[in-house]
């Protein structure tokens, strides 16, 4: 058996992109060459890695336990490139996931201190919701995944980095916006506008907060936090979402923060942020150091 690094590179990229000619465009290769290192390396395997679906390719059994082999020889195989290259003390890209609230709020001061403490500057961001980012770890798309939601995929590890705290705002020109003290039961039939399914805000609200209201409605489902903000300075309904999103917008005037009622001690409005890995991925030196570099961050 003879398998090259060119064609796990190429069984990799075909994960990725699901077609032939889409990992032939990102791997700047002919779709034969690709279809031909594929076909190679089936055949040396004795078993084929996809099943074909209306010309995409989707990762059978025996591709997916392929992958994570793949996955951890490129990157190894990276590192040795690197080795003796005293200018890197890290290679290689660093592909990250985030979930919203990270993302744009989080992600952007935690990555600036990585980057002066460990001079590497070769980081990839994707920004979705928890749902989507697990799903891209599950595919060996990304590395690492900082998400809110805690994963219920028993292939990925688990582990907290720091935490959040989650706050209900309202209309200012709202009457519950001018009230000094309220009770959950001053927001039976009220309206809520929330995020998607999958996100991290629309779980804390539905295991948290829903549970103390007598009944209430979704109005609005939306996919991003500033839709969900300006819904609700428009008046369209309440909403729940982390303070560090929702923060401009009410130093702005434009929303309120509602206080919760003092009889609520036992409401946690703290949420958790989570660093979620595969638990077959390879841990180079890189992500090790990033891993690290998380547990050890202070972002006050």
Partial sequence: MNISLKQLNVFTSITQHRTLTAAAEALHLSKAAVSMALAELEKQLGHPLFDRVNNRLILNQEGHKLLPLADELLSRANNISQLFDADHAFSGQLKIGASDTLGNHVVPGLLSQFRHQHQHF?????????????????????????????????????????????????????????????????????????????????????????PQIESWHEVFELNTTEALINSVAAGLGLGCLSTLAAQYA??????????????????????????????????????????????????T
């Avoid at 009457?175 to 809520?192: G, M, N, V």
């Avoid at 509602?258 to 390879?282: C, E, G």
Wanted: charged share 20%; proline share 4%.
């Fill in 250 to 299: 009410i130093n702005d005037g434009r929303v309120t923060q509602l206080s919760l009622p003092k009889a609520t001690d036992n409401i946690d409005m703290q949420r958790p942020f989570w660093l979620m890995v595969h638990k077959d991925k390879y841990h180079s030196p890189l992500l090790k150091s990033f891993i690290e570099f998380c547990h050890q961050w202070d972002n």
């Fill in 122 to 210: 070769s980081q990839s961001v994707v920004i979705s919701n928890s749902r989507l980012i697990c799903q891209k770890l599950l595919d060996y798309e990304l590395d690492i995944g900082l998400i809110e939601g805690k994963s219920h995929y028993p292939e990925l590890i688990a582990s907290q980095f720091s935490n959040d705290k989650m706050c209900i705002i309202a209309a200012s020109h709202l009457p519950i916006s001018q009230q000094t003290q309220w009770k959950f039961t001053d927001l039976a039939r009220s309206e809520w506008v929330l995020r998607e399914a999958g996100s991290g805000s629309r779980e804390f609200f539905l295991r948290t907060i829903a």
